[in-house]
């Protein structure tokens, strides 16, 4: 079962990447869009656990830093998206979760991860933005992400659920 809950894993965050960098951006927002595979990673760590949330979350962020119109230094989406792994695996309840709950941790997590992201550019010398700016644009990511939470992540864990129903929320 674990190759085909791999193969599944990457298939959804083949389809998120492919949304988020074509149809995503003809609907962002003060020039953000929505990180649907961080949707994918958050849903996979609140159903599977903080390891394969982690590993999802290296081969999203991977896929996320080489695809196009990717202007930055390769690595930093990958870094990003395995602390958004790690800090949803921690927040994983034993139970299926509340809505708030789950929002929250989403909210949390776009938080982290975009400001990972942002962090690695000022360290990197990989943005001309100063730090006034990116804190609007982690402002916007977080709010588009919370808003599309009801949308995606609700399919997501219930596909990962479905896979393995003996080991859903289990630790």
Same mark, same amino acid.
């Given at each position: 079962? =674990? +190759?085909?809950?791999?193969?599944?894993?990457?298939?959804?965050?083949?389809?998120?990447?492919?949304?988020?960098?074509?149809?995503?951006?003809?609907?962002? !927002? +003060?020039?953000?869009?929505? =990180?649907?595979?961080?949707?994918?990673?958050?849903?996979?760590?609140?159903?599977?656990?903080?390891?394969? +949330?982690?590993?999802?979350?290296?081969?999203?962020?991977?896929?996320?830093?080489?695809?196009?119109?990717?202007?930055?230094? +390769?690595?930093? !989406?990958?870094?990003?998206?395995?602390?958004?792994? @790690?800090? /949803?695996?921690?927040?994983?309840?034993?139970? $299926?979760?509340?809505?708030?709950?789950?929002?929250? *941790?989403?909210? /949390?997590?776009?938080?982290?991860?975009?400001?990972?992201?942002?962090?690695?550019?000022?360290?990197?010398?990989?943005?001309?933005?100063?730090?006034?700016?990116?804190?609007?644009?982690?402002?916007?990511?977080?709010? !588009?992400?919370?808003?599309? *939470?009801?949308?995606?992540?609700?399919?997501?864990? *219930?596909?990962? $659920?479905?896979?393995?129903?003996? $080991? /859903? @929320?289990? $630790?």
């Amino acid at each position: 079962m =674990n +190759a085909l809950r791999g193969t599944v894993a990457m298939g959804l965050i083949a389809v998120a990447l492919v949304l988020q960098v074509t149809l995503f951006p003809h609907l962002a !927002w +003060a020039g953000v869009v929505p =990180n649907l595979c961080l949707l994918v990673v958050v849903a996979s760590a609140l159903v599977r656990g903080t390891q394969f +949330a982690m590993l999802l979350g290296f081969g999203a962020g991977v896929l996320l830093d080489l695809a196009p119109p990717a202007d930055h230094v +390769a690595g930093r !989406w990958a870094l990003a998206l395995v602390v958004v792994g @790690y800090v /949803a695996g921690r927040m994983r309840p034993d139970v $299926r979760p509340m809505a708030t709950a789950v929002v929250a *941790t989403v909210a /949390a997590c776009s938080f982290v991860g975009t400001s990972v992201f942002a962090i690695s550019g000022l360290l990197l010398g990989d943005t001309s933005t100063g730090t006034g700016e990116l804190l609007g644009v982690i402002a916007v990511a977080v709010v !588009w992400d919370v808003l599309l *939470t009801p949308l995606v992540l609700p399919l997501v864990a *219930t596909l990962f $659920r479905r896979l393995e129903p003996d $080991r /859903a @929320y289990a $630790r």
